[in-house]
């Protein structure tokens, strides 16, 4: 039987709530740690979607031999693209994601730490994943670098294949559609206070520094986070099952 294939890249960066509700619709999970030697998964007849969480590491990392799982990771997401498979890829993730699909990835002028509201730009803003979110979301981001919009190849004029569907005041592309069923979000959906405290506490002492109060900002935002994360989850898992 295929099942969501979630890949862990870091132990403080966790799947959260993301488990809970795959497995609400009745979705088989399988965890994999990839920080801890497990394997990134080769077999595409047992991949029904694929979940790929952050981490501290970045893209140009895959070209050494300090985390061997990221080259694997994108000739993964490569061969997913070829099929439009599901994936839902969040951090780290959606990163790894855009470069997989052809996109430049690198270092952002000014990192995200902390909370920052996202906005909703027009047409992406009305697609089924972000379906419940408005401008001025709360959203926990922990990232360093952001990306180009993957575009499908030429020849033209062949639809760009994206999407951009979220921003923030300080970077445009903080999530996009590729083709139809795989999605990168910068920031992170999928968390708990604790979890969040987790990311922080692993952080270099100058991130934390930059972030400034993370606890004031979980006080006031947690509750209505936690509910965008699980709806933006939820609309992942129905709009690919659509298809």
């Not at 609400?24 to 790929?52: H, K, N, Q, T, Y």
């Not at 690198?106 to 401008?135: C, K, Q, R, Y």
Request: with cysteine.
């Amino acid at each position: 039987m295929s099942k969501a294939f979630v890949l862990q890249q870091a132990a403080a960066f966790v799947p959260g709530r993301i488990t809970g509700v795959l497995r609400d619709f009745g979705i088989p999970v399988e965890i994999r740690r990839l920080f801890a030697g497990d394997e990134v998964p080769s077999d595409l007849e047992e991949i029904r979607m694929a979940v790929i969480l952050g981490g501290p590491m970045n893209v140009a990392d895959a070209e050494g031999d300090k985390f061997p799982f990221l080259a694997k990771e994108i000739a993964l997401i490569k061969r997913m693209i070829a099929v439009d498979r599901p994936i839902l890829a969040i951090g780290l993730g959606a990163q790894l994601l855009a470069h997989a699909a052809g996109a430049k990835v690198g270092p952002m002028p000014a990192p995200e730490f902390g909370w920052h509201p996202i906005n909703l730009p027009f047409p992406g803003g009305t697609e089924p994943i972000v379906m419940g979110l408005s401008d001025a979301s709360p959203m926990f981001h922990w990232h360093t670098e952001s990306f180009e919009l993957p575009r499908l190849p030429a020849p033209p004029p062949a639809p760009a294949g994206n999407a951009l569907l979220c921003s923030t005041k300080g970077n445009k592309n903080e999530g996009f559609r590729f083709k139809n069923r795989m999605f990168g979000f910068q920031f992170h959906i999928e968390l708990d206070g604790e979890e969040i405290d987790g990311i922080v506490a692993a952080a270099p002492a100058e991130e934390r520094a930059a972030a400034g109060d993370i606890g004031a900002g979980t006080k006031k935002h947690l509750h209505r986070y936690s509910r965008l994360g699980e709806r933006i989850i939820r609309n992942f898992v129905q709009f690919t099952k659509t298809y």
